[in-house]
């Protein structure tokens, strides 16, 4: 089961309350010494239309030796186990996480930290991205222009090379039927429109500078990391939000060969002696987030 537990009447309230101020204190310490490796700076980028604004970033340099640093105290806890720090990404979506979990007598504790930010993409505020910018767009309105007069010159010619062939009055049914079926036609009307752009070299030489130009312009983006320092549960990680993930399952262990648990506990059953030993090992594990 999910923490916190609610509570639906007066029963088992003790217990109930105990645990949930474990999984408060817990996620607050957390969320509090995360906060101090979540600081932004401001700095100024430029726009795709060459707009300069100024925005916020933060190092997840520093949110991932946090981690490492978390994963090796926990780590000397001998009753923890520890998975290690893991980074994922869909698109500019990105995560950076690690899971604990312990077994103490027959309850299963597992809980999840981390944090989930954007990775957007600007460009540094750099006159010479405009400069090439507009080397780009000249060429691409040159290329345009040079595809417009091929495809101009090419129905020409393969207008004269179908006259010569006998199809000057052909409706256009008639013609694509005479293509589909005349491999041959087809083939030397598609060898007719290569010629016609062979004589127009400076398309691909425009193109090939295009690319280099847009690789040019690669070196002048920059990578800046968005995140809002607030709470996110589980399902807001799952739809996309921004943010600081924690939480915690609790279950009990029904048979400790196959691993088989339960999320029916009744809470009754827990005694004096197994309180004590999670209040233990979570207030270990906390102190080491209070640092």
């Given at each position: 089961?999910?923490?916190?537990?609610?509570?639906?009447?007066?029963?088992?309230?003790?217990?109930?309350?105990?645990?949930?101020?474990?999984?408060?204190?817990?996620?607050?310490?957390?969320?509090?010494?995360?906060?101090?490796?979540?600081?932004?700076?401001?700095?100024?980028?430029?726009?795709?239309?060459?707009?300069?604004?100024?925005?916020?970033?933060?190092?997840p340099d520093r949110v991932l030796n946090y981690f490492f640093n978390k994963e090796k105290e926990v780590g000397s806890l001998s009753s923890w186990?520890?998975?290690?720090?893991?980074?994922?990404?869909?698109?500019?979506?990105?995560?950076?996480?690690?899971?604990?979990?312990?077994?103490?007598?027959?309850?299963?504790?597992?809980?999840?930290?981390?944090?989930?930010?954007?990775?957007?993409?600007?460009?540094?505020?750099?006159?010479?991205?405009?400069?090439?910018?507009?080397?780009?767009?000249?060429?691409?309105?040159?290329?345009?222009?040079?595809?417009?007069?091929?495809?101009?010159?090419?129905?020409?010619?393969?207008?004269?090379?179908?006259?010569?062939?006998?199809?000057?009055?052909?409706?256009?049914?008639?013609?694509?039927?005479?293509?589909?079926?005349?491999?041959?036609?087809?083939?030397?009307?598609?060898?007719?429109?290569?010629?016609?752009?062979?004589?127009?070299?400076?398309?691909?030489?425009?193109?090939?500078?295009?690319?280099?130009?847009?690789?040019?312009?690669?070196?002048?983006?920059?990578?800046?990391?968005?995140?809002?320092?607030?709470?996110?549960?589980?399902?807001?990680?799952?739809?996309?939000?921004?943010?600081?993930?924690?939480?915690?399952?609790?279950?009990?262990?029904?048979?400790?060969?196959?691993?088989?648990?339960?999320?029916?506990?009744?809470?009754?059953?827990?005694?004096?002696?197994?309180?004590?030993?999670?209040?233990?090992?979570?207030?270990?594990?906390?102190?080491?987030?209070?640092?």
């Open positions: 089961m999910r923490l916190p537990i609610i509570v639906k009447g007066k029963k088992d309230v003790e217990f109930v309350t105990f645990i949930n101020k474990v999984n408060d204190d817990l996620r607050d310490s957390f969320e509090f010494s995360i906060k101090k490796n979540l600081q932004t700076v401001k700095t100024k980028v430029m726009l795709a239309d060459f707009t300069v604004i100024e925005t916020n970033t933060f190092d186990k520890v998975v290690s720090v893991q980074s994922a990404k869909t698109d500019d979506l990105h995560r950076i996480f690690f899971q604990i979990s312990i077994e103490i007598e027959n309850y299963y504790f597992y809980i999840y930290m981390g944090i989930q930010f954007h990775a957007l993409l600007y460009y540094k505020t750099d006159k010479d991205i405009i400069r090439i910018s507009k080397k780009i767009r000249d060429l691409e309105e040159r290329n345009s222009n040079v595809k417009s007069e091929i495809s101009k010159k090419g129905d020409q010619l393969i207008k004269q090379e179908l006259e010569n062939l006998g199809y000057k009055d052909t409706d256009n049914t008639k013609l694509f039927e005479e293509l589909f079926t005349k491999q041959d036609l087809s083939k030397s009307l598609a060898e007719t429109a290569s010629e016609v752009e062979s004589t127009f070299p400076e398309l691909n030489q425009n193109l090939q500078l295009i690319q280099s130009l847009k690789k040019e312009l690669e070196n002048f983006t920059i990578e800046l990391y968005q995140i809002n320092p607030a709470s996110i549960d589980s399902n807001k990680l799952m739809i996309g939000e921004e943010g600081i993930a924690y939480n915690m399952d609790f279950e009990l262990i029904k048979n400790k060969k196959t691993h088989e648990k339960t999320s029916v506990i009744n809470f009754e059953k827990i005694n004096v002696t197994e309180i004590s030993k999670i209040e233990k090992e979570f207030y270990a594990l906390i102190n080491i987030f209070k640092k």
